[in-house]
């Protein structure tokens, strides 16, 4: 059962462009996550939100988490093309659980 | 550091095989979790542990045992292989379950 959906599954842009992928649940997430990974792999962490309506900004990526914690998005400002990876969101719905992923967002920023 | 290690790299199987995916790290952590990902799946827990001794089911546990006999060492076990369980397998480890996980770079498993 996938409980954490992602949005848009696949992305395509040309460098300089911006963009936004969002993570979305019918419950509330104690915690949220959000990973990149490159081919071949693992992930690697890029924020952690706990709080409703928390903004965190790490250089181009600004990261919003909704106020009622059933949401969150990543916006990325002026892609460039070491943007590209899958984006995964993982959410916890109670403190001390374990984190589930989204099926998340493959990008593809063109030179 | 090494972080998480994860071997073998890469696995080919045949189905009713058994082999066991070697997952280690060298932080100290409390916190490990075994994950498949698959295309158009994302990562799907199997099965994880909150310290040494102690572990429990995740999403997709059947197939599959772990045991935590140390704190550094969190063996996956495919009792009888099966072609549905070719995937990219991924360790994590973590200081406390609301901290960021840093995961192995993962063992690519073909069950033929």
């Known amino acids: 059962t996938q409980l954490l959906e992602q949005s848009p599954q696949f992305l395509s842009i040309q460098e300089g462009e911006n963009l936004t992928v969002y993570c979305n649940s019918s419950s509330v997430f104690s915690s949220l996550q959000w990973y990149r990974q490159e081919p071949g792999e693992g992930p690697v962490l890029l924020v952690t939100v706990v709080t409703g309506g928390e903004v965190k900004k790490l250089k181009r990526l600004t990261f919003q988490f909704g106020d009622a914690r059933k949401d969150s998005s990543l916006h990325i400002t002026a892609a460039q093309p070491g943007d590209t990876g899958l984006y995964l969101c993982?959410?916890?719905?109670?403190?001390?659980?374990?984190?589930?992923f989204g099926t998340g967002t493959s990008l593809t920023v063109i030179p | 550091n090494a972080g998480v290690t994860q071997t073998p790299k890469f696995q080919v199987l045949k189905t009713g095989q058994s082999m066991t995916l070697q997952c280690a790290q060298d932080?100290?952590?409390?916190?490990m979790s075994w994950y498949r990902q698959d295309p158009g799946m994302g990562l799907r827990l199997i099965h994880y542990s909150v310290g040494a001794g102690i572990t429990d089911q995740g999403e997709v546990p059947n197939g599959y045992n772990v045991s935590r006999s140390t704190t550094e060492d969190f063996p996956l076990r495919l009792l009888s292989a099966a072609p549905s369980q070719t995937s990219v397998y991924f360790c994590?480890?973590?200081?406390?379950?609301?901290?960021?996980?840093?995961f192995g770079s993962g063992t690519r498993l073909t069950v033929v």
């Open positions: 932080m100290n952590h409390e916190y």
């Open positions: 993982a959410g916890a719905w109670n403190t001390g659980n374990q984190f589930y």
């Open positions: 994590a480890s973590s200081y406390f379950s609301d901290y960021g996980y840093t």
